[in-house]
């Protein structure tokens, strides 16, 4: 079993900045793909990004490429989303989530999520 608590979320001003943190817990997180989805109201879960259990390989959706980061720590178990240049439309709840596997995963099918955050852009 693999834990996951985001934090990190929060209002902002468009074209501002946030950090979403993932800390995880349980099994060697090391070993797992980590990806963000996020979800709007009356809207599906879509996927934000990924990033290798090494973190050599990351893959973005095209909406948040050149404005949004991934990266982790393995040795603290986190895992982060840089999020710049912030637009309303990014608001949405944002989830962490874990899948084992050596590839970057972006369909929602990862067996371990958190509770998620939410990020509001004011216009």
């Known amino acids: 079993q693999v834990q996951l608590v985001e934090s990190g979320g929060g209002l902002v001003q468009a074209g501002g900045s946030l950090r979403l943190s993932c800390a995880a817990s349980g099994r060697t997180c090391s070993s797992y793909t980590m990806g963000w989805f996020r979800q709007a109201p009356g809207k599906e879960r879509e996927f934000v990004g990924a990033i290798s259990w090494s973190g050599s390989t990351k893959y973005y959706a095209d909406s948040v490429k050149g404005r949004f980061t991934i990266s982790r720590e393995n040795a603290e178990s986190m895992v982060y989303l840089q999020m710049n240049s912030l637009k309303p439309e990014d608001s949405a709840v944002y989830y962490c989530?874990?899948?084992?596997?050596?590839?970057?995963?972006?369909?929602?099918?990862?067996?371990?999520w958190g509770q998620g955050t939410q990020v509001t852009v004011s216009s």
């Open positions: 989530a874990a899948k084992f596997g050596t590839y970057v995963y972006i369909t929602p099918d990862y067996p371990y």
